[in-house]
Structure formats: structure tokens, C-alpha cells
């Protein structure tokens, strides 16, 4: 089992940046797929991002792509959210989840361990 713990969410306009980390603790976690994923008020959690445990490979929700990039940091056990040209849109409760899975997911089922969240809030 791996501990995450989100942080750097906050209020922004739109148009700004937010950088989100999520900082792991517990099992190894350089063989873990990262993933993020959002809650937004009367929504589903949906995907958003996810690297596998090179940082190699990268997939993104058509919602973000081009606007958000996940990075990790292995040595420093980290998996990180950089959010650019932000929309009122992606206001949402933002998890770090982590999977098992050997090949990029962005099935929710598929995450077995999730930290508590981190609100974004975006004003137009």
C-alpha cells in the first residue's frame, strides 16, 4: 500500500497556473503507474492524467491535453500536476491515485490507492 498526500491547490483565474504535487510514502513507488484524477460538484471523479513509472509515458483526458502536464520525480517519490491556462471548468477536487497497472490506465478501477484531495477553484 502507498500513502498520498496532494497539495498546491488553491483559488486562480482563468488564464493562470496551478502546480499540484502529491507526495508518496510507503511502498516502493518506482514501479507504480501515477495517475490524477478530479471531482467537480455533482460529477463523477474523471480521469485527467496518468505517467508510468519511467515517466515515459503520458496520457491526458482531451480536456486538459495541452493545457496540463504530469511529471515524477522518483528519487524524490513524487508525481507532480503542472496546470496552465486554467478554465473555470476544471474547478474540482483533484486526486493523486496510484495502480499497479504496467501499461498507462486512465480506468478509475484500476488506482488502488488515492490521497484525501486538494481543491481547485478557477474564477472566469
Known amino acids: 500500500q502507498v500513502q498520498l498526500v496532494e497539495s498546491g491547490g488553491g483559488l486562480a483565474r482563468a488564464g493562470d497556473s496551478l502546480r499540484l504535487s502529491c507526495a508518496a510514502s510507503?511502498?516502493?513507488?518506482?514501479?507504480?503507474?501515477m495517475g490524477w484524477f478530479r471531482e467537480a460538484p455533482g460529477r463523477e471523479r474523471e480521469f485527467v492524467a496518468a505517467?508510468?513509472?519511467?515517466?515515459?509515458?503520458?496520457h491526458y483526458s482531451d480536456s486538459v491535453k495541452g493545457r496540463f502536464t504530469i511529471l515524477r520525480d522518483n528519487r524524490k517519490r513524487m508525481v507532480n500536476l503542472q496546470m496552465d491556462s486554467l478554465k473555470p471548468e476544471d474547478t474540482a477536487v483533484y486526486y493523486c491515485a496510484s495502480s499497479s497497472s504496467v501499461v498507462i490506465t486512465s480506468t478509475r478501477a484500476e488506482y488502488a490507492d488515492w490521497g484525501q484531495g486538494t481543491q481547485v477553484t478557477v474564477a472566469s
Open positions: 510507503g511502498r516502493t513507488f518506482d514501479d507504480l503507474t
Open positions: 505517467v508510468t513509472w519511467s515517466g515515459v509515458n503520458k
